[in-house]
């Protein structure tokens, strides 16, 4: 039940003031604490305040620090170069040098030679602040043939597809250097794409004086016992390497031989246009220009030299130049007449007008060739070749002798394709053949009409950059005294050799007279 508070009051023991004061006090101690409380978190406050400033001011300390640290390393850096640190390249067993650093002097010598690749890594090492040792050009000449002869021992994997390209190549006196190489019919690039180095290897590499058609026999027998017998062997139509071929044809195997296509345009085209008379007085009247006007205001205009050799695999160039000499004459406005007269141009140039027609139809002939010089560089040989390429060559033709020579050249292609198996696809171009001659001609330089020397060893290393594995293959596979051996070998005496031994004895003898 509930009780009144006078009621309760009754009951306490204390007086009434106390609980008033009692309650008073309490309030006054509340309040004392809530004032300590208060100061206290303005103390806080402040103090945190503080610290904030003497943080920030840390702040702006160190990233001044930071700053004069960024500048006092880029001042470093400028006066003192750091050091340039090459790839880790140990060296191999035996050797002074890892595979990295001779796989680079390898490749720079197959594009500039042995004597500027000795001098480029010397440049490059004292750019990069490098005092490394470096190889000298006649340790380059000696890795790069040793990579020549280690490609020509490669193994070649067993297939009934190979494909063999020969040809000849001749410098000076009787000695010719035989090179074969070999591709599968199934590895060749997709139609569209013309064969590279990288696409095919060097099968034999052969320097000799006699080279008949017995000679040739042998050659193969001894490339089909140790590579086995090829689908094809391709050649430009030199008697000894196509007659040279029958002894694999009298074998149980389906050998065929291949005529390359653009010698046998060049053939062709050497029929129709090099035995005219007119061609004859053209050429004749394009030597006296040559030499009218070589040494004066028209110099730039003079035409190409031709070669003396395969000159009408290499006709389009002095083509194109007689062409674009009837345009200057036509075109005063021309830049390239400017300083010229007209009656300068016209006495030493004027003569191309008379054979005006005449160069549209041999102009007109060569474009036959180049197209099916394309066609079957990208295509290659197989059934139904010859009704593509008609749809390729004959498109446009305006004169009778392109035609002709048109249909000759589908005749030839149609007649090759009949060979060929109901899918197969094969060469019908040795240009990369003829280039790798370019290559190895490119290396020797101006040694290149002194005969063949000991650096025909290095044939096979031109073909394709060396890398990291086939250092490492080479060198084991062929030591230096490898490389003396084919050497002898195969060049047991050169030109070179022969002059020196002449020149000696020459010497001795007239010493040997003065001294009595």
Excluded at 333 to 349: D, G, I, M, P, V
Excluded at 429 to 457: M, N, V
């Amino acid at each position: 039940m509930h009780v009144s508070w006078t009621e309760a009051r009754a009951e306490f023991k204390s007086p009434s003031w106390v609980v008033p004061w009692f309650l008073w006090r309490s309030r006054e101690t509340k309040a004392e604490k809530c004032r300590k409380l208060a100061q206290e978190l303005k103390d806080a406050k402040e103090t945190i305040a503080q610290r904030d400033a003497e943080v920030q001011r840390q702040k702006e300390e160190i990233r001044a620090l930071k700053e004069q640290s960024r500048r006092l390393e880029e001042q470093n850096q400028q006066q003192t170069p750091t050091e340039c640190r090459l790839p880790t390249d140990p060296p191999l067993e035996g050797h002074q040098f890892g595979r990295r650093m001779i796989r680079l002097a390898v490749n720079l010598a197959r594009i500039i030679g042995f004597r500027p690749a000795e001098r480029v890594l010397k440049i490059v090492w004292e750019w990069l602040g490098l005092k490394h040792r470096l190889p000298k050009w006649t340790t380059i000449r000696t890795w790069l043939l040793r990579v020549g002869v280690a490609a020509l021992r490669e193994p070649v994997e067993s297939a009934d597809d190979w494909i063999w390209m020969a040809d000849h190549s001749n410098q000076i006196g009787p000695e010719k250097a035989l090179v074969v190489l070999g591709v599968r019919a199934s590895k060749l690039p997709p139609r569209g794409e013309t064969l590279k180095h990288e696409d095919v290897r060097p099968l034999t590499v052969r320097p000799g004086t006699a080279w008949k058609r017995e000679n040739m026999a042998v050659v193969y027998r001894e490339l089909a016992e140790q590579y086995g017998t090829p689908r094809a062997i391709l050649c430009d139509g030199a008697v000894e390497l196509r007659d040279g071929a029958k002894c694999l044809q009298k074998q149980p195997s389906d050998t065929i031989v291949l005529q390359d296509f653009k010698h046998k345009a060049a053939t062709f085209l050497k029929a129709l246009v090099g035995n005219h008379s007119r061609f004859a007085e053209f050429n004749t009247q394009l030597g006296k220009t040559r030499s009218a006007i070589q040494q004066t205001e028209l110099a730039h205009l003079v035409p190409r030299a031709q070669k003396p050799k395969a000159r009408f695999m290499n006709l389009a160039a002095t083509l194109d130049w007689a062409a674009m000499i009837l345009w200057l004459l036509d075109h005063p406005e021309a830049k390239a007449r400017e300083s010229l007269t007209s009656e300068r141009l016209e006495e030493k140039l004027g003569w191309l007008r008379s054979f005006a027609a005449d160069l549209a139809q041999w102009r007109e002939c060569q474009q036959v060739v180049n197209r099916g010089v394309t066609f079957i560089n990208e295509q290659g040989l197989f059934r139904g070749a010859g009704a593509q390429l008609r749809a390729a060559m004959v498109t446009g033709l305006a004169y009778a002798a392109s035609q002709h020579l048109a249909e000759r050249l589908i005749e030839f292609v149609t007649a090759a394709e009949e060979q060929l198996k109901e899918g197969e696809r094969l060469l019908m171009s040795t240009e990369i053949l003829e280039s790798s001659f370019a290559l190895y001609k490119r290396l020797e330089r101006q040694h290149s009409k002194g005969g063949f020397t000991g650096l025909l060893a290095g044939f096979g290393a031109l073909l394709k950059p060396a890398t990291d594995e086939t250092i490492r293959r080479a060198f084991s596979m062929v030591s230096v005294k490898d490389v003396y051996q084919w050497t002898r070998k195969n060049l047991p005496t050169t030109l070179t050799s022969k002059r020196l031994a002449m020149h000696k004895e020459f010497r001795s003898a007239t010493e040997l007279a003065t001294m009595t």
